[in-house]
């Protein structure tokens, strides 16, 4: 069975910074690409960060240059490194392995 639980998330002050994980098994971590998606109260869930299986990244125009998606193979694990954090970027945070399978989220609340 294939897990994904992510970790992290919480309460930060806009301007901050946060680093959420997502931590895999059932699967041979490696040779999947992933990414991060959000989803914020009334709105659709959107893709925020990927990452494939060489480490090449791709993110949405509004965190680009503020969020850093990295993966550390060795611990099967990715992460989301969110740099000046805004009230806009308050969501459920998802990991999601694509064609297999979605976390249950992570809250991350960008507010003062």
């Known amino acids: 069975q294939v897990q994904l639980v992510e970790s992290g998330g919480g309460l930060v002050q806009p301007g901050g910074s946060l680093r959420i994980s997502c931590e895999v098994s059932?699967?041979?971590?490696?040779?999947?690409?992933m990414a991060w998606y959000r989803q914020a109260p009334g709105k659709q869930r959107e893709l925020v960060a990927g990452?494939?299986?060489?480490?090449?990244?791709n993110y949405t125009d509004s965190v680009k240059d503020r969020f850093t998606i990295s993966r550390d193979n060795a611990l099967n694990t990715m992460y989301l490194q969110m740099n000046s954090l805004k009230p806009e970027d308050t969501a459920v945070y998802y990991c999601h392995i694509p064609g297999i399978s979605w976390g249950q989220g992570t809250q991350v609340t960008a507010s003062s």
């Open positions: 990452i494939t299986m060489s480490g090449i990244t």
């Open positions: 059932g699967i041979t971590f490696r040779f999947y690409a």
